[in-house]
Protein backbone atom coordinates (compact mmCIF):
# COMPACT_ATOMS: atom_id res chain seq x y z
CA UNK A 1 0.00 0.00 0.00
CA UNK A 2 0.92 3.83 -0.47
CA UNK A 3 1.40 6.00 1.79
CA UNK A 4 -1.78 8.75 0.27
CA UNK A 5 -0.74 11.60 2.33
CA UNK A 6 2.60 12.64 0.10
CA UNK A 7 0.61 11.46 -3.47
CA UNK A 8 -0.56 13.99 -5.84
CA UNK A 9 -4.75 12.77 -6.26
CA UNK A 10 -3.79 11.70 -9.50
CA UNK A 11 -0.74 9.01 -8.09
CA UNK A 12 -3.47 8.75 -5.21
CA UNK A 13 -6.38 7.78 -8.22
CA UNK A 14 -3.84 5.83 -10.01
CA UNK A 15 -2.38 3.35 -7.16
CA UNK A 16 -6.23 2.81 -6.10
CA UNK A 17 -7.44 1.87 -9.72
CA UNK A 18 -4.28 -0.26 -9.83
CA UNK A 19 -5.66 -1.97 -6.42
CA UNK A 20 -8.52 -2.63 -7.34
CA UNK A 21 -7.94 -3.99 -10.65
CA UNK A 22 -5.24 -6.42 -9.48
CA UNK A 23 -7.97 -7.44 -6.41
CA UNK A 24 -10.91 -8.15 -9.18
CA UNK A 25 -8.36 -10.05 -11.04
CA UNK A 26 -7.17 -12.26 -7.87
CA UNK A 27 -11.18 -12.85 -6.76
CA UNK A 28 -11.45 -14.07 -10.53
CA UNK A 29 -9.07 -16.55 -9.80
CA UNK A 30 -10.19 -17.50 -6.56
CA UNK A 31 -13.73 -18.18 -7.85
CA UNK A 32 -12.13 -20.13 -11.14
CA UNK A 33 -10.08 -22.46 -8.91
CA UNK A 34 -13.56 -22.91 -6.62
CA UNK A 35 -15.31 -24.08 -10.02
CA UNK A 36 -12.53 -26.43 -10.84
CA UNK A 37 -12.56 -27.80 -6.79
CA UNK A 38 -16.42 -28.36 -6.57
CA UNK A 39 -16.63 -29.99 -10.38
CA UNK A 40 -13.72 -32.53 -9.70
CA UNK A 41 -15.41 -33.43 -6.27
CA UNK A 42 -18.83 -33.65 -7.89
CA UNK A 43 -17.34 -35.53 -10.53
CA UNK A 44 -15.32 -38.07 -7.91
CA UNK A 45 -18.77 -38.40 -6.07
CA UNK A 46 -20.53 -39.44 -9.45
CA UNK A 47 -18.15 -41.56 -10.07
CA UNK A 48 -17.76 -43.33 -6.58
CA UNK A 49 -21.56 -43.56 -6.77
CA UNK A 50 -21.37 -45.85 -9.54
CA UNK A 51 -18.38 -47.88 -8.25
CA UNK A 52 -19.10 -51.74 -6.99
CA UNK A 53 -17.63 -51.10 -3.83
CA UNK A 54 -18.90 -47.64 -3.33
CA UNK A 55 -19.73 -45.96 0.34
CA UNK A 56 -22.57 -44.56 -0.92
CA UNK A 57 -24.44 -47.66 -0.48
CA UNK A 58 -24.53 -46.91 2.93
CA UNK A 59 -26.39 -43.56 3.55
CA UNK A 60 -27.92 -42.70 0.11
CA UNK A 61 -29.71 -39.19 1.77
CA UNK A 62 -26.16 -38.04 2.70
CA UNK A 63 -25.13 -38.82 -1.17
CA UNK A 64 -27.93 -36.67 -2.23
CA UNK A 65 -27.07 -33.16 0.74
CA UNK A 66 -23.28 -33.64 -0.32
CA UNK A 67 -23.80 -33.49 -4.31
CA UNK A 68 -26.30 -30.93 -3.84
CA UNK A 69 -24.45 -28.80 -1.26
CA UNK A 70 -21.62 -29.14 -3.87
CA UNK A 71 -23.98 -28.30 -6.60
CA UNK A 72 -24.97 -25.15 -4.96
CA UNK A 73 -21.72 -24.08 -4.49
CA UNK A 74 -20.85 -24.22 -8.19
CA UNK A 75 -23.63 -22.79 -9.02
CA UNK A 76 -23.20 -19.69 -6.70
CA UNK A 77 -19.50 -19.58 -8.17
CA UNK A 78 -20.35 -19.63 -11.48
CA UNK A 79 -22.77 -16.76 -10.91
CA UNK A 80 -20.11 -14.43 -10.01
CA UNK A 81 -19.03 -14.66 -13.32
CA UNK A 82 -21.90 -13.34 -14.89
CA UNK A 83 -21.81 -9.54 -15.06
CA UNK A 84 -24.64 -7.29 -13.91
CA UNK A 85 -26.68 -5.36 -16.46
CA UNK A 86 -27.81 -2.67 -14.15
CA UNK A 87 -24.60 -1.19 -11.56
CA UNK A 88 -26.37 0.57 -8.98
CA UNK A 89 -24.27 2.97 -7.27
CA UNK A 90 -25.45 2.12 -2.90
CA UNK A 91 -23.44 4.55 -2.11
CA UNK A 92 -26.41 6.33 -0.43
CA UNK A 93 -26.28 4.05 2.42
CA UNK A 94 -24.24 5.20 4.77
CA UNK A 95 -22.53 3.04 7.55
CA UNK A 96 -22.17 4.52 11.17
CA UNK A 97 -18.59 4.51 11.71
CA UNK A 98 -16.78 4.10 14.84
CA UNK A 99 -15.30 7.24 16.38
CA UNK A 100 -11.92 5.30 16.46
CA UNK A 101 -12.08 5.21 12.36
CA UNK A 102 -10.81 8.76 11.01
CA UNK A 103 -9.39 7.50 7.46
CA UNK A 104 -11.53 5.49 5.17
CA UNK A 105 -9.75 2.44 4.31
CA UNK A 106 -9.19 3.14 0.09
CA UNK A 107 -7.21 -0.16 -0.23
CA UNK A 108 -10.13 -2.38 0.60
CA UNK A 109 -12.86 -2.90 -2.33
CA UNK A 110 -15.78 -2.75 0.20
CA UNK A 111 -14.26 -0.02 1.90
CA UNK A 112 -13.98 1.88 -1.01
CA UNK A 113 -18.04 0.72 -2.24
CA UNK A 114 -19.04 1.73 1.22
CA UNK A 115 -17.49 4.78 0.92
CA UNK A 116 -19.01 6.04 -2.59
CA UNK A 117 -18.00 8.05 -5.38
CA UNK A 118 -18.50 11.93 -3.61
CA UNK A 119 -16.86 10.81 -0.58
CA UNK A 120 -13.52 9.22 -2.30
CA UNK A 121 -13.70 12.56 -5.05
CA UNK A 122 -13.21 14.53 -1.18
CA UNK A 123 -10.64 12.34 0.63
CA UNK A 124 -8.06 12.24 -3.00
CA UNK A 125 -8.74 16.25 -3.04
CA UNK A 126 -7.87 16.60 0.59
CA UNK A 127 -8.53 20.36 0.94
CA UNK A 128 -7.28 21.17 -2.77
CA UNK A 129 -9.31 22.98 -5.33
CA UNK A 130 -12.15 21.07 -6.80
CA UNK A 131 -10.57 21.57 -10.29
CA UNK A 132 -7.41 19.50 -9.20
CA UNK A 133 -8.72 16.61 -10.72
CA UNK A 134 -9.22 16.49 -14.79
CA UNK A 135 -12.33 15.03 -16.41
CA UNK A 136 -10.17 12.03 -17.09
CA UNK A 137 -9.90 11.90 -13.79
CA UNK A 138 -13.41 11.62 -12.68
CA UNK A 139 -13.65 8.92 -15.17
CA UNK A 140 -11.53 6.80 -13.64
CA UNK A 141 -12.89 7.50 -10.36
CA UNK A 142 -15.94 6.46 -11.77
CA UNK A 143 -14.21 3.39 -13.62
CA UNK A 144 -12.40 2.39 -10.20
CA UNK A 145 -15.40 2.71 -8.34
CA UNK A 146 -17.33 0.20 -10.81
CA UNK A 147 -14.50 -2.18 -10.77
CA UNK A 148 -14.46 -1.93 -6.92
CA UNK A 149 -18.02 -2.55 -6.67
CA UNK A 150 -17.93 -5.99 -9.09
CA UNK A 151 -14.86 -7.46 -7.12
CA UNK A 152 -16.89 -6.55 -3.83
CA UNK A 153 -19.76 -8.63 -5.40
CA UNK A 154 -17.54 -11.14 -6.55
CA UNK A 155 -16.09 -11.92 -3.16
CA UNK A 156 -19.00 -11.82 -1.63
CA UNK A 157 -20.44 -14.74 -3.65
CA UNK A 158 -16.71 -16.19 -3.21
CA UNK A 159 -17.14 -16.73 0.16
CA UNK A 160 -20.35 -18.06 0.11
CA UNK A 161 -19.75 -20.65 -2.09
CA UNK A 162 -16.34 -21.45 0.00
CA UNK A 163 -18.76 -22.42 2.67
CA UNK A 164 -20.86 -24.75 0.59
CA UNK A 165 -17.74 -25.96 -0.48
CA UNK A 166 -16.25 -26.56 2.83
CA UNK A 167 -19.75 -27.92 3.82
CA UNK A 168 -20.03 -30.88 1.24
CA UNK A 169 -15.75 -31.27 1.54
CA UNK A 170 -16.71 -32.14 5.54
CA UNK A 171 -20.09 -34.27 4.67
CA UNK A 172 -17.75 -36.49 2.46
CA UNK A 173 -15.04 -37.17 5.51
CA UNK A 174 -17.75 -37.82 8.26
CA UNK A 175 -19.55 -39.84 6.28
CA UNK A 176 -15.64 -41.89 5.52
CA UNK A 177 -15.18 -41.86 8.98
CA UNK A 178 -17.94 -42.74 10.30
Not at 67 to 88: E, H, N, Q
Not at 127 to 146: F, I, K, N, P, V
Request: with cysteine.
Amino acid sequence: MCNTEKQSPQQTLHSVYEYVKGSLSFVEAKNGSLVIFNTAIILGILQASQSSCSFWDKDSTCFLVTTATLFISLMIALFSFMPLRASKDKSHKKKEKSKNDKRPNIYSTEGLTDLGKEAFAKFLLKGESDDALTSADYDLLECTMHTARVSSRKYKLFRIALIFSISGVLLILLLILF
